[in-house]
């Protein structure tokens, strides 16, 4: 067992941490602010290799392993929340493609993805169906050579900005997994399009939309993998990079709220001595550190079994994923309690990090569905 990450994964590390401090934080706290999609910084990301880094080489990527890709998905998540959301989506849609695609939709989509040229989104939830993705009611018709694809999606990360959509929607008559297909729909398909754009708490520069399909038609080529009826497997395995994702972006998130309160402890005084001093602080930087540490090497581990086609996988991804958005948000809370009435500020970034650690005890499956995962493992 080895701890530590190996040379190349370090120097990927560093060039990671200098992009994201130079390119991504100074954005950041007015993306969120203004709603500025951060298709800019995407393209550096591309420009750097790292929207293909998992990619395999054969179709155009860097072909390295998941633990690197969290390695930076954390710096990442650490200066900016909306770009990291859009990387996080886009490389589970590129694992998708490579893993259940068929030749003629990896040989099609997968170089583009990999090199930023279009942006991929995930399109699971409806409105009366969300931790419970099996009761959606999109169908996609089989017609003469295509699919007609009918019914409403929502909360669409990337909704409106992405260029390649994966579409879950019911191809049988059987209820529940068993009938539903995945589909790759264009941004620009005929019967696709936009709708409500969500005003939320935070996370506001990327995109969350609602996606309306009226008769919109795709080839029987865009059926992914080539047959009806495995959409909620294959969307299932590819959930389980959604997790380390997400679980880095919230290590990301937590270390830097960290990192801000600490340097603050350090200079503000109060009763002639600065904060930090006083134990009653001491103590809550002892537990936040701990707990950032544990999400870190969780997450690592989930990676690591990733790699290794190991079937612990599922759980290991699930509970890094519940441990790590747990402890951003515990962490973040913390690091605004140690501002005072500055953290409550929005000259500080501490309120902006709260607010984004909360989202992420929501997406890629609830925390409670996190559980019941780890349960039925268990
Ligand atoms: C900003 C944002 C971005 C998103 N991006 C995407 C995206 O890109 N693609 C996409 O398809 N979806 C996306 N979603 C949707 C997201 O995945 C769902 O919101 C989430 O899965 C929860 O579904 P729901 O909101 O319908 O809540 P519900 O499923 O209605 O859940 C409500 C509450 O009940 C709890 N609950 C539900 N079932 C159980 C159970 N069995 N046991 C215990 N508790 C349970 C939940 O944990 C939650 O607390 C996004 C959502 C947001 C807010």
């Known amino acids: ?9 370090k120097s990927i590390q560093e060039m990671a941490r200098k992009f994201a401090e130079a390119k991504l934080k100074p954005l950041a706290g007015e993306a969120d602010e203004k709603e500025i ?36 998905m954390e710096e990442i998540g650490k200066a900016c929340l909306a770009t990291a959301g859009t990387y996080s989506v886009h490389q589970t849609v590129q694992y998708y493609f490579e893993k259940f695609g068929t030749e003629e939709q ?54 409106g900005e992405a260029d390649l959509y994966i579409v879950l929607a019911r191809t049988g008559k059987e209820a529940g997994a068993k009938g ?35 008769d919109c038609n795709v080839s029987t080529k865009d059926l992914l993998g080539g047959r009806e009826g495995q959409g909620m497997a294959q969307m299932l ?37 600065p904060i930090f001093t006083f134990q009653g602080i001491q103590w809550m930087f002892a537990d936040m550190a701990t707990k950032i540490e544990a999400a870190r090497l969780l997450c690592y581990q989930a990676a690591y079994s ?23 948000m515990s962490v973040t809370t913390d690091a605004v309690q140690i501002l005072g009435g500055y953290g409550y500020m929005k000259d500080y970034s501490v309120e902006r990090h709260m607010r984004d650690a909360k989202i992420l005890q929501i997406v890629e499956g609830t925390n409670q569905i996190q559980r019941v995962v780890i349960a039925r493992c268990l």
Do not use: W
Not at 1 to 9: I, T, Y
Not at 188 to 205: H, R, T
């Open 237 to 273: 395995s590819a959930l389980d990079i959604g997790r380390i994702s997400i679980g880095s972006i919230a290590v990301g998130i937590a270390q830097a709220a960290f990192e801000e309160a600490l340097a603050y402890s350090k200079e503000r005084i109060q009763f002639e001595k």
């Open 180 to 214: 539903i297909s995945a589909f790759v729909v264009d941004k620009d398909a005929v019967g696709f399009s936009i709708g409500k754009k969500e005003k939320k708490m935070g996370y506001g520069g990327s995109p969350t939309t609602e996606l309306l399909f009226t």
């Open 306 to 328: 990733i790699d290794q086609d190991n079937p612990l996988s599922i759980k290991q991804a699930s509970m890094a994923k519940l441990m790590a958005t747990d402890v951003a």
């Open 1 to 9: 067992m080895d701890f530590e990450l190996s040379e190349e994964q």
């Open 106 to 159: 990896k040989e099609k989509y997968l170089p583009v993805l990999a090199k930023g040229e279009k942006i991929g989104a995930l399109v699971l939830t409806e409105p009366g169906a969300g931790s419970d993705v099996a009761s959606l009611t999109t169908t996609a018709e089989k017609k003469d050579g295509f699919y007609s694809i009918n019914g409403n999606k929502v909360f669409i990360t990337t909704g």
């Open 37 to 72: 999609f951060p298709r800019a910084q995407f393209e550096k990301m591309a420009a750097l290799g790292f929207t293909g880094i998992t990619c395999s080489q054969e179709y155009g990527g860097l072909g390295l392993d998941h633990v690197t890709y969290i390695v930076v």
